[in-house]
């Protein structure tokens, strides 16, 4: 049986989701809490590569095992074996075809930036304080987001170290939407390349700042050049929000 | 002259406000960073005596010296100087006769419930998980609330070991909101006795479990015996969330 897990939890304290030998990780940590109920180590597979640091509301994970545990008690036994920053939402048995990476539509990120002079504390680690912008400033970047609609060559926003055929993404939306001090800049796609969304929200900031125009976006894009885009903005403002599978019952 | 400071902080790691011999509190810290900006060690003074592991989303604290800072760089030399839970969000000079305590008029807080099974990374410290309600038990806790409304001697929703003379005060209103998973109790009064939103909302949970009538409420207030109220609920729930103070300009 395939069991999916429906995770959500703070990327602070570990070095993204996948294992890596000597390292805290999401996965090394849910195996650990699936071996203490299943009595075996079971490998797990997710549905995402997030980053050391980036956050997650919605993430699902997979792995298989024989032995029956109900569906409606699993989340809570491995939340009791699980630290507090780490939480088991739900879970279900799905059909053995499945694939939590391949079967994914889309995924919605979302980047929180804190926009005021004033940090505040209940934020530290969940959002990045950027420059005060205002309005004119967030009307510029509302413009350049247009630009990264729609399908294309994504490899100039892509960190270098990342070994992929394929660089094409289809972007749905970029939303930039205004929330008291907080802006937050939603972003669905049927994939993202390494770091994608951390540049093109970096590459937001300098549209906000003047240094590039909402109208250089296309070309920007298309020069497929790194160089070209913004910096990589910070991995604490970062959260997989939302993840959309395909039909597959 | 007297400066003002607005603070917010996350209480989780601090003894509360008051300074206290060997403890890391508020005051102490924010008495370092002030004695780091103004040269010398100020006495701070605080318009609430927050308990350990409460937060604060507004505080007000006072301190004098003839030393003049401009306000509006203030509250950034500060927190450059404060650990990131706690943060200065603005500053004033106000008259010698303030007092950031007495010239209180009402304060609110608010009690964070997280309303669901499964365990929330993101409130972790900052909610308290209690047994899932359903819309009868929160209407309920409604009815019940209305018994606190007014004018009371709320000495048997008091801590012991707390001596004071006048136990009575007003509450001026007490709202129970869904939002989501999370129950947000809103309390205003024109003050608080030691421990006296956690015991109210001990006894809210109660009416919820069904120990106790929403029309036993008026009976037990009157009683003022503490071991009629019900259990003081944890800390990390509560935020100081409003102070307003009586107009002094």
């Keep these: 049986m395939k069991y999916l897990l429906e995770l959500?939890?703070?990327?602070?304290?570990?070095?993204?989701?996948?294992?890596?030998?000597?390292?805290l990780t999401i996965q090394s940590t849910l195996q650990d809490a699936i071996e203490s109920v299943f009595g075996v180590r079971l490998p797990v597979k997710g549905?995402?590569?997030?980053?050391?640091?980036?956050?997650?509301?919605?993430y699902f994970a997979t792995f298989d095992s024989e032995k029956p545990i109900p569906t409606d008690r699993l989340p809570l036994a491995l939340n009791s074996r699980?630290?507090?920053?780490?939480?088991?939402?739900?879970?279900?048995?799905?059909?053995?075809s499945f694939h939590v990476r391949h079967d994914v539509e889309w995924k919605e990120y979302e980047y929180?930036?804190?926009?005021?002079?004033?940090?505040?504390?209940?934020?530290?680690?969940?959002?990045?304080?950027?420059?005060?912008?205002?309005?004119?400033?967030?009307?510029?970047?509302?413009?350049?987001?247009?630009?990264?609609?729609?399908?294309?060559?994504?490899s100039g926003f892509m960190s270098a170290g990342a070994k992929i055929a394929d660089t094409v993404r289809e972007v749905r939306y970029l939303e930039i939407i205004e929330d008291g001090e907080l802006v937050?800049?939603?972003?669905?796609?049927?994939?993202?390349?390494?770091?994608?969304?951390?540049?093109?929200?970096?590459?937001l900031l300098d549209v906000a700042e003047g240094r590039i125009e909402p109208s250089e976006i296309p070309g920007i894009i298309n020069s497929r050049d790194r160089s070209r885009a913004g910096a990589t903005a910070p991995a604490e403002g970062l959260y997989l929000n939302r993840v959309n599978f395909r039909a597959f019952e």
């Design 47 to 58: 549905c995402s590569r997030t980053d050391s640091g980036v956050h997650a509301r919605q």
């Design 112 to 154: 929180l930036l804190l926009n005021s002079r004033i940090r505040d504390p209940f934020l530290t680690g969940r959002a990045y304080q950027c420059r005060v912008m205002d309005r004119e400033q967030l009307g510029l970047m509302r413009r350049a987001a247009e630009g990264f609609i729609g399908k294309h060559d994504f």
């Design 8 to 23: 959500s939890y703070i990327g602070t304290r570990y070095c993204g989701f996948q294992v890596q030998p000597g390292k």
């Design 82 to 96: 699980l630290p507090t920053d780490i939480a088991v939402r739900s879970s279900r048995i799905v059909p053995d």
């Design 184 to 203: 937050r800049i939603r972003i669905a796609a049927d994939g993202f390349l390494y770091n994608m969304v951390r540049i093109i929200v970096g590459t």
